[in-house]
């Protein structure tokens, strides 16, 4: 089974950097045809896919955080990270990692998220 584990600070100043991590076990990741995700959910709304890496180290982003967006992986440690720059109060959500065959909009496995809050 795999299962996904978010880690990180909980509360960022405004402008700072965003960082977490996605720890991964009971599957590596890069098998093959898997994307890696993050997704948040602002409070009050919906959920908003960020953008991934797939198992080939490969990313794509949502245009509209493209600019502030960066995904990278340590396949040593089977984790992934998140870094959005230039926060400001609207990024305060729910994050969460997720895992998805590539071109499948469902995704298989989720963390349980992990509240951050951008204020100083």
């Known amino acids: 089974q795999v299962q996904l584990q978010e880690s990180g600070p909980g509360l960022v100043k405004p402008s700072q950097t965003l960082s977490l991590t996605c720890t991964v076990s009971?599957?590596?990741?890069?098998?093959?045809?898997?994307?890696w995700s993050w997704i948040r959910q602002p409070p009050g709304k919906g959920l908003e896919w960020m953008g991934v890496?797939?198992?080939?180290?490969?990313?794509y982003y949502s245009p509209a955080l493209q600019s502030r967006t960066s995904i990278s992986r340590d396949t040593s440690k089977n984790q992934f990270s998140l870094q959005l720059s230039s926060v400001t109060p609207e990024d305060t959500a729910v994050y969460y990692c997720?895992?998805?065959?590539?071109?499948?909009?469902?995704?298989?496995?989720w963390g349980q998220g992990t509240q951050v809050t951008v204020s100083s």
């Open positions: 997720a895992a998805a065959r590539l071109g499948v909009a469902v995704w298989s496995y």
């Open positions: 009971g599957g590596t990741i890069t098998t093959k045809y898997y994307g």
């Open positions: 890496i797939g198992y080939d180290g490969s990313t």
